[in-house]
């Protein structure tokens, strides 16, 4: 397979718009990238913003056209890049995991988010493009940001940008050669859950009750067992972690 193209800009307001422009006008291979010093309106799930120091972390877009996805299975790509990210961190530290649906956590820390947008043509995925940001050199947080922690924090060291993000993409071409094998995928998904054993609480935002993961749907819906046995499913924005 060629080698991604990567791009490496100074500063954008954000990298996801920057590159859904560029493929808006030019041809571009799965997995060209676009990697910043700088995000001005970087943006992260449930509307947040990212707090990065500038040139200090990794922040970048990458595309894929995955054909013949279906529109109501979007979330496999969400697997795999979660599951790349994870692969190339578990080269440096321990205590990697995927918090539903795609934060990656240290322990109980933060270390890198992620934002998807999809382009839907008929029933199918047209086009993804997955926005990363990874707390890669940054020695202090001082948003309000309840738990974040960098790879440096955690093992003292300093790490070059293009070099993770080479790794990041090679991982991701990796697990994407395998999406006609979705139950591999969703197997190593569900092995590399944060929490994934027992009790923990949760809210819907109307009560906080104790369940432990039961199950991940194709769909992405999260789907726990309470305490009483019962099993109730949740969509994204609709469950939360009592962290």
């Known amino acids: 397979m060629k080698k991604p193209l990567f791009i490496h800009l100074e500063e954008v307001t954000s990298t996801n718009s ?7 006008i030019k041809s571009l291979g799965d ?5 910043v010093d700088f995000q001005s ?10 707090e990065s120091a500038k040139g200090e972390n990794l922040m970048f877009s990458t595309i894929l056209y995955p054909k013949g996805l279906k529109a109501d299975r979007p979330f496999i790509i969400s697997q795999i890049i979660s599951l790349a990210i994870k692969d190339v961190l578990d080269n440096y530290t321990l205590g990697i995991s995927i918090k539903w649906p795609n934060d990656i956590y240290w322990n109980e820390k933060k270390i890198t988010g992620i934002l998807i947008e999809n382009d839907i043509m008929g029933d199918e995925v047209n086009r993804m493009i997955i926005g990363v940001g990874l707390n890669l050199n940054q020695d202090t947080f001082t948003s309000n940001a309840p738990n974040p922690v960098s790879l440096k924090q955690i093992t003292g060291d300093s790490y070059n940008v293009e070099d993770i993000l080479t790794q990041i993409i090679e991982r991701l071409l990796f697990y994407y050669a395998k999406l006609d094998s979705p139950e591999i995928i969703k197997a190593e998904y569900k092995a590399s859950l944060f929490r994934k054993e027992g009790f923990h609480l949760f809210t819907d935002n109307e009560a906080t009750f104790l369940a432990q993961i039961y199950d991940v749907e194709d769909s992405g819906l999260l789907v726990l067992k ?5 099993i109730r ?3 994204f924005k609709e469950i939360k972690y009592i962290l």
């Open 18 to 24: 920057y590159l859904k422009n560029l493929s808006d």
């Open 233 to 235: 499913k949740f969509a």
């Open 31 to 35: 997995g060209t990238s676009v990697y």
């Open 41 to 50: 309106a970087g943006r992260g799930q449930r509307g947040n913003s990212w």
């Open 226 to 230: 309470l305490e009483s046995g019962m």
